[in-house]
Nanobody
């Protein structure tokens, strides 16, 4: 099994910074992607930032230039540095990963989610 654990949420005033961290543990499957999603009350869960193996990071337009995602395959971690935070960034942030599971050639790409961590930005 794969376990996804987030840390680093909290409360901050607008303009401040927070750093979220996520560790993927359990069976050492090959990781395809790691990223962060968020969900605000009344809204659908949306992509914040994502890194697919061998590709450049992708960001939601609303966070470009303010958030930075970093992936460490050796440590199996993915961090999200959030700067210049705004009240509209308030949400529960979820770490997400896709891993290859099973013996080749019958690999499947399975998604896993963390429990989520609250980020609150006050004006």
């Amino acid at each position: 099994q794969v376990h996804v654990a987030e840390s680093g949420g909290g409360s901050v005033q607008a303009g401040g910074s927070l750093r979220l961290s996520c560790t993927i543990s359990g069976r050492r499957y090959s990781i395809h992607s790691m990223g962060w999603y968020r969900q605000a009350p009344g809204n659908e869960r949306e992509l914040v930032a994502k890194v697919v193996r061998g590709e450049s990071a992708k960001y939601a337009d609303s966070v470009k230039g303010r958030f930075t995602i970093s992936r460490d395959d050796a440590k199996r971690t993915v961090d999200l540095q959030m700067d210049s935070l705004r009240p509209e960034d308030t949400a529960v942030y979820y770490c997400h990963t896709e891993v290859y599971v099973g013996p080749p050639p019958n690999l499947t790409l399975d998604p896993y989610w963390g429990q989520g961590t609250q980020v609150t930005v006050s004006s």
